[in-house]
Every structure is written in C-alpha cells, then in structure tokens.
C-alpha cells in the first residue's frame, strides 16, 4: 500500500468507547487513513484495552482504512490469526514480549499481514538490528506503555536517529512509527526527525471537532511534506 509520508494514526485507546463509531468515522471524515489499536492484556503492561471483536467493528466502519494493530500482550502468537480475522492490515508485536521474535514476524507473514516490532522506552534499538530486514515497520514507544495521556520522551528521537541510520545503512525499506505523547505542539518536530507515522491518541479524541483537528495535523504534515 502506498501513502503520502508522514502519517497520522489516531488511536482509538483514547476514543469515547461508548461513541467509537461515530469518533472513527469523524476522524476519518478529516482524512485520517491508518487507524492504531492498542491492544493491551492486563499482563505485559498493566491495563486491559479491547479486543478483535473491537478492531473489528471499527474496520468495518471503512473498507478503506488501514487498520494499525499494535499488541501490547503476553504470548502474541496465540492472537495473530485473530486479529488477522478481524481486518488487521498490519500487526507489530513487542520484542520484550517475544520470547521467538524472527518465529513471530514470519507467523504474521504468513498471514499475508505487513509485520512490525515494537520496543519500550528503555529498550535500545541494537536489541532488535537483527530482525530489520524481516519488518515492515518499528514502533518507538515513546511513553511507557499501558495508558493514555503521557508526556513524550524525548530520548525517543535519538532511537529515531539511530533507526534512520541503519535503514541506510543496510538499505532497507521500513517505516519508523511513534506512539506516545504525540499532539499538535509537537507533532512536526517529531515528523523532522524522520518518524514516518505518528501516532495520536488524546490529540485527536479528546479535541472538541475531532474531523477539524485531524484536518489540522493532516495540514501540518502536508506543509511539511512539501518543503
């Protein structure tokens, strides 16, 4: 699939649950074409989010929409096929999580489902250089994981410079995501540093027009393509 570089991912983690179909549909209506779906079991990070059933539900909102799944779980491998079923058009996994990484990728892979790896904050990328080469895309966490509404990290962006690097060094082709602490102060100096998709999740959902603001940061990221 292709998109115009960066990329908004709102993440419905932060949407009203009682009001997630019209939120998604609004966000969508801004021009938002990845949904993030934070996946989160109670175990590997301490808080309980939803499941397939809700990602989907909220695929089925738009045939369009590229569905962003991140698992934040215990044992991931048991659940891939299943969020496989639900729509998910990509699926990273944490290597912290994973005690079988490169058997994890090429379990999503099999599935015909773009694979991701994720790492936490205190996590150094050289933890994962061996598994570049299999993955679509690496997501920086940029908060600690397991809540909304954190303030960025910012030694997150010399992870992103050293990322940058490697892909040039090996000459790969993977996207570099951010998901933590993301909003309109900071959306475009985080996009400079070379993050192709930013995740958003309070920033848009908590915002009064949630189609205005996503047009907004959708607007940042356009001027900043062009310059």
Not at 96 to 110: F, G, P, W
Request: proline fraction near 4%; charge should be negative; aromatic fraction near 6%.
């Amino acid at each position: 699939m292709n998109f115009d570089l960066p990329i908004l991912a709102p993440s419905i983690l932060a949407a009203n649950k009682a009001q997630l179909g019209a939120q998604v549909q609004a966000a969508l209506d801004g021009g938002a074409q990845w949904i993030h779906c934070d996946i989160m079991d109670g175990h590997f990070v301490p808080n309980i989010s939803f499941g397939p059933n809700v990602v989907a539900s909220v695929a089925r909102i738009s045939d369009e929409a590229f569905m962003d799944v991140h698992l934040m779980i215990k044992n991931p491998d048991q659940y891939i096929q299943d969020f496989y079923n639900a729509g998910a058009d990509l699926i990273s996994v944490h290597a912290e999580a994973c005690v079988h990484l490169h058997r994890t990728i090429q379990l999503i892979r099999s599935h015909g489902t773009m694979a991701g790896v994720v790492i936490n904050p205190a996590t150094p990328v050289s933890a994962i250089e061996p598994i570049l080469a299999e993955v679509d895309l690496v997501l920086l966490m940029s908060v600690n994981p397991g809540f909304g509404g954190q303030k960025f990290i910012p030694a997150t962006l010399t992870k992103v410079q050293k990322l940058v690097e490697l892909r040039e060094k090996y000459k790969l082709s993977f996207l570099i995501e951010i998901d933590g602490g993301v909003n309109s102060k900071n959306i475009i100096d985080i996009a400079k540093a070379g993050v192709d998709v930013l995740v958003a999740g309070n920033a848009v959902f908590s915002a009064e027009n949630i189609t205005n603001k996503v047009v907004e940061l959708q607007r940042n990221l356009s001027n900043l393509r062009s310059e």
